[in-house]
């Protein structure tokens, strides 16, 4: 779809990123003359936002309008991030402790804005963080649970990346704010270790080892992370929900004084 104008407005120009529901595009608003990103549903479905969008906090990507193209269906226009996501990055070697710990604050940051807002993620993976300023306000996620498109009448309830998926998820349950938390110690682990906490050959396989086996210690897998701070990694990795913390405030405080 390079070099298709949407509605009329949004000239695409290389596509970026792709994932369930959409593909993403750099594209130039022709109206202003600035490059953004274009949000392009895969499937011919709608985008219903909620009646109330809530205060864009920083950590997050900034939306600024969607539309219906009448050719190419649904889409969503945000500012252009440039810069690699955790999933770029990771691959390169672990996070030393102190990048660590700042990609840890400011998505902690990011994620207990969106449940004091009322929104749970249900979906966040590596692909979801990018690193794309300043180190004070580097970290950012891309996608936000309230601006998803209408899913496919067929979708199952199990669609989220399996590396980071919650074994109640797994065995079928809604997502809450405590399984958001155990698919952050799982990116917390990976940008440490340079491993996720369970693998396999095959998707299923992963998910047998999750339902079935606790992860490594990360203490093991990471020796120059602090004990403390690998310690609470694996809180948020138990499999027992009521085994991990209260809420996500609650986990960052804790792990202030760790």
């Not at 000239?11 to 003359?33: H, N």
């Not at 193209?69 to 990055?89: C, M, N, R, S, V």
């Not at 990116?187 to 050959?201: D, I, K, N, T, W």
Request: charged fraction near 20%; hydrophobic fraction near 40%.
């Amino acid at each position: 779809m390079e070099n298709t104008l949407i509605d009329g407005r949004y000239l695409l120009l290389e596509a970026i990123g792709s994932g369930g529901e959409a593909r993403v595009y750099r594209a130039r608003d022709t109206a202003t003359g600035h490059e953004v990103a274009a949000r392009m549903a895969l499937r011919p479905v709608t985008y219903a936002p909620p009646s109330t969008l809530p205060f864009f906090h920083p950590g997050w990507v900034q939306f600024h309008v969607w539309g219906t193209d009448p050719q190419h269906g649904a889409y969503q226009i945000f500012e252009l991030l440039k810069g690699p996501t955790l999933q770029q990055l990771v691959p390169y070697g672990p996070l030393a402790p102190d990048n660590w710990r700042l990609f840890v604050d400011q998505s902690l940051d990011a994620v207990d804005a969106l449940h004091q807002a009322g929104w749970i993620h249900g979906d966040l993976n590596a692909g979801n963080f990018i690193h794309s300023g300043p180190t004070e306000s580097g970290w950012k996620l891309i996608e936000l649970p309230f601006l998803h498109f209408d899913p496919p009448p067929d979708r199952s309830a199990l669609f989220g990346s399996i590396l980071t998926l919650s074994p109640e998820q797994i065995d079928g349950a809604q997502a809450d704010a405590r399984s958001d938390q155990y698919a952050l110690g799982c990116l917390y682990y990976y940008a440490a270790a340079g491993e996720f906490p369970h693998h396999g050959a095959t998707h299923q396989e992963i998910a047998i080892e999750r339902l079935r086996f606790a992860p490594t210690p990360l203490a093991a897998k990471a020796p120059r992370l602090p004990e403390a701070w690998s310690a609470w990694v694996m809180t948020l990795l138990e499999r027992d929900p009521q085994s991990r913390f209260a809420s996500i405030s609650a986990a960052r405080h804790l792990l202030r004084i760790a």
